[in-house]
């Protein structure tokens, strides 16, 4: 059955009293996609409903105008390797997030094969990832990145110079009318990918369409979550005539982007109180002057600014949507109340919580360089946005860049016994202790580490499953190796990676 003709089953359905089914995820973005698929191809007799708000798939963080399609890998994001008061280079992070990236890679690969998923091309494509620093203070720490990274199989091929001739040749449009006298310097792997995380959502969501037991509703809004039995009970009301559907689930997943968090904040389970969240809005320069675009082929990132969220570490990218490339820099933060880019100002307000005002305030303390850069963002000029782009791209034309809205993210804000509360940057999993539902909070780097996320989320909530030997058989298939084995295992790496990257046509 395709997704049109199960969103026409949903119109011609008369209203039940009450509908069982065994899953219920809630948004139609890469997290729930990427489950239901999962939970599907290790139990193909299970029962599944995604509930969507919007009118189609991929609306809002997962739409590839909402986020940079960094495919991330700890390749040039210099965040993800802090320097620390003794000078020393703590990579973990950098590893963490690789290895969950070439697992992301391996279940892409296997549904390549899968009948009726569609090309890897439409999707994912080769773009080389650099870090690009200036001065000596950050030439010095982006070579003792390197020198370290470099000892890890995962970063073994990565290159470093400061030689101006080779710099030209990997950043083409990025050298001419630069200081002479600058000194600067950067790194380059060419195993980098730009991910179109639409159309890698839609491409799952179409293949769901052909299963039995799946049911897509778009312009469905939850307007219940309570606890029945064992399961839930959720009242979807249709926003477009307002009636109700009333569904029955064991379990159920929070899926939902930024309204994660005033879904799980409903669910009143007892691991979800004290969470709170950070909206922090986006917005790029793009350029789609052929003749500039075809001079960039790279993702290329530099320092963040001081007090500055993750989100917004500076950068300029060779973006691949639909088969036309474009370019993007930014991301220029700004302030907002909306957890979700068409959402309600009234978002953040309505979260407040007696159990979660504490650690917020005490976050509001302790973050004053973020507030004085989120207000210096917010009152900036085109001319100033356009300004900060010729520190990466000296020779700019003005007429060539137009403003693009971002996505919205909502960081997340959590209890801390030291602090009260402080604000954390990445993806969090909450889950019930029961495993009967779970939400996914935060942002940057989850849509390129979902697989990992859901694998963790199945092995949580679903623990006698993911053990049994059907379900692990299929796993093993799936997945040749997990992150473990692809962080200590230099061989192990090398040919999954090889093998996937030639699945996917991105060698």
């Known amino acids: 059955m395709t997704v049109n003709a199960v969103i026409l089953e949903n119109a011609l359905m008369t209203q039940h009293e009450s509908e069982a089914v065994d899953v219920v995820l809630v948004g139609a973005g890469i997290m729930s996609a990427t489950l239901a698929v999962l939970l599907k191809e290790l139990n193909p007799d299970v029962r599944l409903e995604i509930v969507e708000l919007r009118e189609a798939g991929a609306s809002e963080s997962s739409n590839p105008w909402n986020n940079a399609g960094t495919g991330h ?3 040039c994001e210099l965040n993800y390797t802090p320097e620390g008061k003794d000078g020393s280079i703590d990579i973990k992070k950098a590893v963490n997030i690789n290895t969950q990236f070439e697992v992301s890679k391996q279940f892409w690969a296997y549904m390549t094969g899968q009948p009726g998923f569609g090309s890897p091309r439409s999707f994912i494509n080769s773009v080389p990832h650099l870090s690009f620093v200036r001065g000596p203070k950050d030439i010095g720490y982006l070579k003792k ?14 290159v470093y110079s400061e030689d101006r001739q080779v710099l030209a040749e990997w950043m083409p449009l990025m050298m001419p009318g630069r200081d002479t006298d600058e000194p600067i310097a950067a790194t380059r792997a060419l195993n980098g990918t730009d991910v179109n995380f639409g159309a890698l959502t839609n491409q799952l969501l179409d293949y769901l369409g052909t299963r039995e037991g799946v049911r897509i509703s778009y312009n469905h809004k939850v307007a219940g979550l309570e606890r029945k039995g064992s399961g839930w009970a959720i009242e979807a009301r249709n926003t477009r005539d307002g009636s ?8 159920v997943f929070l899926g939902a982007g930024g309204a994660a968090l005033p879904l799980l904040q409903l669910s009143g389970i007892e691991e979800g109180k004290g969470y709170g969240g950070f909206p922090v809005s986006g917005q790029w320069l793009r350029c789609d002057n052929p003749e500039v675009v075809s001079q960039h082929q790279a993702k290329v990132y530099s320092m963040a600014a001081v007090g500055a969220p993750p989100m917004s570490v500076p950068h300029l990218d060779t973006r691949v949507v639909d088969g036309k490339k474009s370019l993007l820099f930014g991301p220029y933060a700004g302030f907002t109340t909306k957890f979700l ?3 309600s100002i009234l978002d953040l307000p309505l979260s407040i919580r007696p159990a979660n005002i504490g650690p917020m305030l005490a976050v509001a303390r302790d973050n004053m360089d973020l507030t004085r850069y989120l207000i210096k963002e917010v009152r900036q000029s085109m001319a100033e946005r356009l300004a900060s782009l010729r520190a990466f791209y000296p020779e700019a034309k003005d007429e060539d860049w137009r403003l693009e809205i971002a996505g919205q993210r909502v960081q997340i804000i959590k209890k801390d016994a030291k602090k ?9 999993l909450v889950a019930a202790g029961d495993g009967s539902i779970a939400a996914l909070l935060g942002a940057s780097p989850g849509a390129s580490v979902t697989v990992s996320i859901m694998l963790e989320l199945i092995e949580r909530c679903f623990p006698e499953q993911a053990r049994s030997e059907a379900w692990t058989a299929k796993l093993a298939e799936i997945f040749p190796a997990r992150e473990a084995a692809l962080r200590d295992d230099a061989q192990v790496y090398r040919e999954v990676s090889a093998q996937s990257s030639q699945r996917l046509e991105i060698v």
Do not use: S
């Open 244 to 251: 109700v559907r009333k569904l029955e689930a064991g379990f």
């Open 341 to 343: 880019k068409q959402g």
């Open 145 to 158: 990145r390197f020198d370290v990274l470099t000892q890890h199989h995962a970063f073994a091929d990565m």
């Open 420 to 428: 009260g509360g402080v604000l954390q940057f990445g993806t969090e």
């Open 73 to 75: 890998a700890g390749l």
